[in-house]
């Protein structure tokens, strides 16, 4: 079955470090992925997909993942944080089998000063 | 821009009222979705529609049902309220059938007394 992992539930970095957030998912096939961000109140907002190709993409806001099907990882990455990046972030895997996506439970991100 | 609203950002009901949560979106998407979100467990998908009159379940779909009379409205219905539906319901649009891009709306935060 499809799933998604993403292992820290919270991080807090200081503004103007670097992030990484892991995301693992387990599917048989080539995965359709995604990340999105949540603000407090808000829905989803998409940040980036990979469906085929170039396995670094680029997404909004200055963030980057990078698909490693041999470690089954997304992570999504960002070289400097900023106050307005706090929020929750999800990644999502989608299969070319149905419609659904499957959501990770989320990693919740605190920027300190 | 695609432009998913729900009826309402609040909403309080009492145990075994019948509750309506709507859907609008506004890009002829054909796949519409319900999903509930819950800290710590993430988005767990209710229920799903590839088309007008179409509907299939999803990873939780017990003590809901939907509605799709029309193409860009998406109803959930919670036939008889209970506590444990207290939650954030979020509703998502996509177009065709095989994955892409989900687009959200900003969510209803249902409470159940």
């Known amino acids: 079955a499809q799933s998604v992992t993403q292992p820290d539930i919270h991080i807090t970095v200081s503004e103007g470090a670097s992030l990484e957030l892991r995301c693992n998912y387990s599917?048989?096939?080539?995965?359709?992925l995604f990340w999105y961000v949540q603000s407090p109140g808000q829905g989803l907002q998409l940040l980036l997909k990979?469906?085929?190709?170039?396995?670094l993409v680029q997404g909004i806001k200055g963030f980057e993942a990078e698909f490693k099907r041999s470690q089954s990882s997304f992570n999504l990455r960002k070289p400097s944080v900023h106050w307005s990046d706090a929020a929750e972030y999800f990644c999502a895997v989608g299969t070319n089998t149905g419609n659904q996506f499957y959501f990770g439970t989320g990693t919740s991100l605190t920027v300190i000063p | 821009d695609v432009k998913v609203t729900q009826s309402s950002r609040y909403l309080v009901k009492r145990t075994g009222e019948k509750v309506f949560l709507e859907c609008v979106q506004d890009?002829?998407?054909?796949?519409m979705f319900w999903y509930r979100q819950d800290p710590g467990l993430g988005l767990r998908l209710i229920y799903f529609s590839y088309d007008v009159k179409m509907k299939e379940k999803g990873d939780i779909p017990e003590g809901y049902s939907v509605s799709r009379e029309k193409k860009e409205r998406f109803s959930l219905i919670l036939e008889s309220a209970s506590t444990n539906q207290t939650s954030m319901y979020l509703c998502?649009?996509?177009?065709?059938?095989?994955?892409?891009?989900?687009?959200f709306g900003p969510g209803t935060r249902l409470t159940v007394l």
């Open positions: 998502a649009s996509s177009l065709h059938r095989t994955p892409n891009e989900q687009f």
């Open positions: 890009m002829d998407h054909e796949n």
């Open positions: 599917y048989g096939a080539t995965p359709y």
């Open positions: 990979y469906f085929s190709g170039d396995t």
